[in-house]
């Protein structure tokens, strides 16, 4: 802390993170590490075979490419500080360390949102209007739709940001969290928030619930469109190429909502600290599985890996 006049400022926090269940510490730090080095694995696993795979450079594996990229960044801006305080008697983060946590945290969770938004268009297309799928998803439009989503979220991130930084913490300086989210800060800030809060609500209706309409609205006519098939085989096989967007949809926004409109404690009790680590440390995990295990063009991908290694 430093002080000025009747002021004391804190230049670090203190993170509780799962402190305070010493007997399972142990395993708890096996466990996450297991679930970090999935992540990452898959993740990343799943982003060279789309890159090496001429077969899967394709609108939707572009999007999926980024989406791993997106969950790389997101589950590495949280965990691996985690892991790090296991270690450590006082588990500190400074000022700016907390900001900038937040920042990345905040940037690929938002634009996870959008990047999922032109999932859903592109299952739109495809499904909805197949004759002209390649000429409405050109190259370009994916490119752009991309680096919208990238810069949707550095928009969305940079002004809760600058706010942050305008507040004043004075203490305490115990964040009861494992990482710096912005209910808790808020909580421990010694001057008016009210700018902040309604900044936030903004940015969670046109992030989320805006996001979330645009993909109910597409799926409601993917759904028509699915029922005017006439076979069942061709029903079953256009749904199942939406099952996986759905899953990874489904299981992001209801954690989400769970977590932030559920809780009470602005996140901060035993119970919401765990239920963070599912959209934190588990979507991230589980979002490569989910469109890899039942999808037959990575599987045919992967063997044709396999062939080319083997051969070499």
Not at 93 to 98: D, E, L, Q, T, Y
Not at 102 to 111: A, C, D, H, K, P
Request: charged share 10%; hydrophobic share 50%.
């Amino acid at each position: 802390m430093k002080g000025g006049g009747n002021i004391t400022e804190i230049t670090r926090f203190i993170l509780l993170g799962f402190s305070d269940f010493p007997r399972i510490t142990a395993l708890l730090f096996i466990i996450f590490l297991l679930i970090y080095i999935t992540a990452l694995t898959c993740n990343l696993c799943l982003i060279v075979l789309i890159r090496m795979d001429s077969h899967l450079h394709t609108p939707m594996y572009f999007f999926l490419s980024n989406l791993s990229f997106i969950d790389l960044c997101y589950v590495s801006s949280t965990v691996p500080k985690l892991l790090f305080n296991f270690f450590q008697e006082k588990q500190t983060i400074s000022f700016v360390g907390c900001i900038a946590q937040y920042f990345f945290f905040s940037t690929m969770g938002l634009s996870e949102c959008y990047l999922m938004t032109a999932m859903a268009y592109d299952r739109y297309a495809a499904i909805c209007e197949p004759l002209l799928y390649t000429s409405i998803m050109s190259p370009t439009l994916c490119i752009w739709m991309v680096m919208g989503s990238y810069m949707a979220g550095f928009t969305g991130s940079l002004p809760q940001i600058c706010s942050l930084l305008q507040l004043h913490f004075c203490g305490p300086n115990v964040i009861r969290h494992f990482f710096c989210d912005i209910p808790q800060l808020l909580l421990l800030s010694c001057t008016d928030t009210v700018f902040i809060q309604a900044l936030i609500a903004i940015i969670a209706v046109l992030f989320g619930i805006v996001n979330a309409l645009l993909i109910m609205i597409s799926y409601v006519y993917i759904a028509m469109s699915i029922m005017r098939i006439t076979s069942a085989k061709g029903r079953f096989k256009a749904f199942n190429t939406c099952a996986s967007h759905l899953t990874a949809i489904s299981l992001f926004y209801a954690s989400s909502v769970f977590v932030y409109f559920s809780s009470s404690s602005g996140g901060s009790s035993s119970f919401d600290r765990f239920a963070s680590l599912f959209y934190t440390m588990i979507i991230p995990m589980l979002n490569p599985l989910i469109y890899s295990l039942r999808n037959k063009e990575i599987k045919d991908a992967m063997k044709r890996l396999q062939k080319k290694t083997y051969h070499c």
